[in-house]
């Protein structure tokens, strides 16, 4: 597999030299060279869930890695469903939740500490990252358990909630979390710190392991054809695809997947209050505007760092943003949803109910509608509870963890201490 970076496509790197690095000068974003194309898309709709992904990975992996090796790969990371539920006739959820994390960042995240595994020749890896909490969780299920690297997380003492806490705290083995008595900010600039200390990286093999790494967008490719193999065949040219977005990388995948020959008739980007690009697409101007907290803080992000690949793919495949449909729900719109959602018996959480209003909304005649749950309503059961009048239960995952010990160390916000920390760790 060969990519080049987006802003300078002089530089051109392996898959291997991308997962590692993640961008590239200039703080470039990687993008595939090649994009396959599958021709007998039916063939490969009828496969599981495992042997269809590895068809697809490599396919865009090559001859790199070897397909058993990629299969193995797979297999490790993609330990759960994402299953197709109908709330209307037309309209169906396809929940992405169902990971140990409970939710679609494990997909990503657990193909990546895979991929960065396999393409890291044994070499002592340390990846370092600084979380308010959801992010953390999420990069340390997806490492737990992989040899030869370890994992730390800096997180704010007191600062996140108690059962995002026992999520990722709780895990022990390569995965080393550490309490800061100081803010997220302050944990922030000492990781900024380690990553500016070129003997400290150099000796522990540093690595951030980020959302903008292009294994991550690979693997989200999977479950858009793991939706549509879900849908009758004779549906599967009307379907219309709405993806609640953030950094816009799910989008991205969905788009690359259907530049891969998958089906689909079109997306509609979904946002929250923080809908630059809804705006950008009716009126050609880019204008991010000050981001705003919303009930779906996932997406809270005005400056979205995936779309310069969404340009980057509509160039090279010649296809018109025009055909891009998008659209934003405030706080009581999403709301007036999920309540809708439940309504009809189907549980939800504000990101997934974003989706859903969209699609509701834009929907034609013919139509056969998806939109993606990114999230298990217990996730954001504070919101879930308030707008619902509910108390919903925790899932079997987080009731686990909830019963588990910290297993935290404590740490005063001093870089010194953080370095000696870290050479320790990989001695
Ligand atoms: C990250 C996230 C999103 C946004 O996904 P992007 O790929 O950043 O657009 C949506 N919902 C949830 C629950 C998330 O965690």
């Given amino acids: 597999m060969k ?15 991308a997962v590692k690095q993640g961008l590239g000068r200039g703080q470039g974003l990687f993008f595939p060279e090649h994009i396959p194309q599958f021709e007998d898309i039916d063939a490969l709709l009828s ?9 697809i990975l490599s396919a865009l992996i090559g001859d790199e890695l070897p397909k058993s090796q990629i299969h193995e790969l797979v297999a490790q990371a993609f330990t759960f469903e994402a299953p197709l539920k109908s709330v209307t006739e037309r309209i169906h959820a396809l929940e992405l939740f169902h990971g140990p994390t409970l939710a679609f960042k494990d997909f990503g995240g657990r193909f990546m500490a895979q991929s960065l595994a396999a393409v890291s020749d044994g070499n002592k890896i340390t990846i370092l990252t600084a979380t308010s909490g959801d992010t953390g969780a999420a990069v340390a299920h997806a490492f737990y358990g992989i040899e030869n690297i370890n994992v730390v997380i800096l997180y704010p003492k007191g600062k996140i909630s108690p059962l995002q806490e026992k999520l990722f705290c709780t895990l022990g083995g390569n995965i080393h979390t550490v309490a800061v008595n100081g803010t997220f900010d302050d944990c922030q600039t000492m990781v ?38 879900q849908i009758p065949q004779y549906k599967r040219d009307q ?14 995948a969905g788009l690359i997947a259907k530049a891969m020959g998958l089906p689909i008739k079109r997306f509609i980007a979904a946002t ?3 809908d630059t690009v809804p ?7 880019w204008q991010p505007q000050t981001t705003v907290a919303t009930l779906s803080n996932a997406m809270d992000v005005s400056q979205p760092n995936n779309w310069p690949r969404i340009e980057e793919l509509f160039r090279r495949e010649g296809w018109a943003l025009s055909e891009l449909a998008s659209g934003r729900a405030d706080d009581a719109q999403t709301a007036e949803s999920l309540t809708q959602l439940a309504e009809q018996d189907y549980l939800c959480e504000p990101h997934g109910a974003i989706a859903y209003r969209l699609l509701a909304q834009q929907l034609g005649e013919e ?10 309503p217990a996730k954001f059961k504070e919101s879930v509870d308030a707008i619902l009048h509910k108390d919903i239960p925790l899932p079997g995952p987080l009731a686990k963890h909830a019963q588990m010990d910290l297993l935290s ?18 001695a």
């Fill in 192 to 229: 900024k710190q380690a990553f500016d200390d070129k003997e400290l990286r150099q000796t522990i093999g540093l690595n951030s392991a980020n959302s903008i790494n292009i294994s991550r967008l690979m693997a989200q490719i999977c479950y858009y054809f793991e939706a549509l193999a």
């Fill in 47 to 55: 496969m599981p869930l495992v042997e269809r992904s590895t068809e």
């Fill in 272 to 274: 929250n209050a923080n």
């Fill in 367 to 376: 139509e056969e509608g998806i939109f993606l749950c990114t999230a298990h």
């Fill in 409 to 426: 160390s404590e740490q005063e916000t001093d870089f010194s201490v953080l370095r000696a920390y870290l050479l320790n760790l990989s």
């Fill in 239 to 252: 379907v219309v695809v709405a993806v609640p977005s953030g950094n816009f990388g799910n989008l991205t």
């Fill in 3 to 17: 990519l080049y970076n987006i802003k300078d496509h002089s530089e051109t790197v392996s898959f291997a030299q």
């Fill in 279 to 285: 705006r950008y697409l009716a009126s050609g101007q």
